[in-house]
Nanobody, 121 residues
Framework: VQLQASGGGLVQAGGSLRISCAAS????????MAWYRQAPGQLRELVAT???????EYKDSVKGRFTISRDNALKTMYLQMNSLKPEDTAVYYC????????????????WGQGTQVTVSS
């Protein structure tokens, strides 16, 4: 499996952006998928997850603003980001093959190359 993230850019605070992650390979529909982000000088953090069964989870600070979705026929995952804030500025990475054990999400081993999202104030 390979992942290709796209759709990042510069947006003003309060604006919206949708980023995408296109996957190759035949296992997309059964793979747990996730978006992570990493701001300069910060650790990479989990933003949202979408299981093969339709379960979605979000980081508290993005709940109500971000929506993760996946189209298994197109082998593509999306992150719709609304009401963006300057603190959402980061490189966003897609990840495949992750899973939950209890409330902890273990990242999969496949990562996309990242797409930069910059929110100006």
């Amino acid at each position: 499996v390979q992942l290709q993230a796209s759709g990042g850019g510069l947006v003003q605070a309060g604006g919206s952006l949708r980023i995408s992650c296109a996957a190759s390979g035949s296992t997309f529909s059964i793979a747990g998928m996730a978006w992570y982000r990493q701001a300069p000088g910060q650790l990479r953090e989990l933003v949202a997850t979408a299981s093969s069964g339709g379960r979605t989870e979000y980081k508290d600070s993005v709940k109500g603003r971000f929506t993760i979705s996946r189209d298994n026929a197109l082998k593509t995952m999306y992150l719709q980001m609304n009401s963006l804030k300057p603190e959402d500025t980061a490189v966003y990475y897609c990840n495949s093959g992750g899973y939950y054990i209890g409330t902890y999400y273990f990242a999969g081993t496949v990562w996309g190359q990242g797409t930069q999202v910059t929110v100006s104030s």
